[in-house]
């Protein structure tokens, strides 16, 4: 087990991503477990999807901030790939922790708009790593851990799973696998040049209410409300590691307070203090299973009519380009030096999900 060597109480912690799924669930959980804590989140609110849906992720922060006794949330409404927002919000609340989480996600989206990529995965992750460089200038303390996001999208097409943190990934499949993988490679450079403690952490398909539009379960019960029909791809021989993002958040709560420790090795320059961890459910499910767990908690929650036909509203087509058919996490590191897996069921996930769809949109 690693253990906790920072304590996030009282701490001013930057998250980037801040009205992103991922990004706002993690501050209503540090907000609902860390006391005091101060959180500046950073969004640059960008419309690759519905911003009203960001808008109310922002909403539901701003109301947990104020329950939250001591503890204060501040947004800042900019691009990570502008230099000079990011160092002015650096000097500004001079952030203990960083956690990034600002990226343009998505596999399909990156095949017709590679800029977006380059500019927030590339051009605003240097700018994060050279903001935390320059917060020890001057002797000061400055971020005492890094925190960022890669994504299971680097194992490509690797045949051996599970998928392992040891694994070699230098053939991705897309761009933003690219993307990501290169945030690895500069976070690891970084920790070696500029002693700047990093983890990097591979999530798996993350999963739940308030989710990500651009995203299968989204994006089918979008289109099975509409009467439309829904595509699964490679004719439903796919198998994907659904995470739930409770777990994620937990997760990635644990690995904020142990940052890699600073050591200096025989040659006299930092061992760079750098760890990187899968967060997957490590329970792969059949993409035809999933749809009809998903199909069942729709009418569950009344989103759908029990009588729905779904058979005529499904079609198997063949892979997509930048796809993987399998996703499956080795979280055995994880659970050695965290004693945290991810666990919750497929079908309570979804629950849950349907149950949030229905009272958001209904
Ligand atoms: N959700 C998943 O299944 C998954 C899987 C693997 C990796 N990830 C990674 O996790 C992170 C969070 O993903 P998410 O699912 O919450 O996505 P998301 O799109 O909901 O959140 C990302 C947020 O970042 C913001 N953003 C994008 N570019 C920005 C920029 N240049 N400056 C400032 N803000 C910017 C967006 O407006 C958005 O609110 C991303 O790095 C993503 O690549 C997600």
């Not at 006391?35 to 989140?41: D, F, K, L, Y």
């Not at 694994?167 to 920790?191: C, F, I, Q, R």
């Not at 729905?308 to 080795?330: I, S």
Request: net charge negative.
């Amino acid at each position: 087990m690693r253990t906790s060597n920072i304590d996030l109480a009282g701490k001013t912690i930057l998250v980037t991503g801040a009205a992103g799924f991922i990004g706002a669930n993690l501050i209503l959980e540090l907000l609902r477990t860390v006391q005091p804590v101060r959180i500046v989140g950073v969004d640059n609110m960008n419309d690759y999807y519905d911003v009203s849906l960001k808008e109310w992720r922002l909403a539901q922060i701003r109301e947990a901030a104020r329950g939250a006794k001591g503890s204060g949330f501040f947004f800042v409404r900019a691009d990570i790939a502008d230099r000079q927002a990011v160092d002015g919000i650096f000097s500004e609340y001079q952030p203990e922790l960083a956690v990034n989480l600002a990226a343009q996600a998505g596999v399909r989206y990156s095949i017709a708009n590679p800029d977006a990529y380059l500019q927030s995965n590339l051009i605003g992750f240097y700018n994060i790593l050279e903001a935390c460089r320059h917060s020890y200038d001057g002797g000061k303390p400055g971020v005492s851990h890094l925190v960022y996001a890669s994504s299971s999208s680097v194992y490509g097409s690797n045949a051996k799973i599970p998928y392992s943190t040891e694994d070699p990934v230098d053939h991705p499949v897309s761009l933003y696998a690219a993307t990501k993988k290169s945030n690895e490679l500069m976070a690891h450079a970084y920790a070696r040049l500029y002693d700047i403690p990093c983890t990097g952490l591979r999530f798996f398909t993350v999963y739940g209410p308030a989710g990500r539009p651009d995203m299968a379960y989204f994006g089918f019960t979008d289109r099975l409300r509409a009467g439309r029909t829904i595509e699964i791809f490679n004719y439903g021989n796919c198998r994907r590691d659904f995470t739930y993002v409770d777990d994620i958040v937990k997760g990635v709560h644990r690995v904020m307070t142990a940052a890699p420790e600073r050591r200096t090795g025989e040659d006299g320059l930092p061992v760079p203090p750098y760890c990187l961890y899968n967060i997957g459910n490590s329970h792969p499910e059949n993409l035809l299973d999933f749809v009809d767990i998903l199909q069942q908690e729709l009418i569950r929650a009344g989103v759908l009519p029990a009588d729905y036909d779904f058979e005529a509203h499904k079609k198997l087509v063949p892979m997509q380009p930048g796809d993987v058919p399998v996703t499956y996490a080795d979280t055995a590191p994880l659970m050695k030096d965290f004693g945290f897996r991810p666990d919750t069921p497929l079908r309570t996930g979804l629950r849950r999900f349907a149950e949030w769809y229905r009272d958001f949109y209904l």
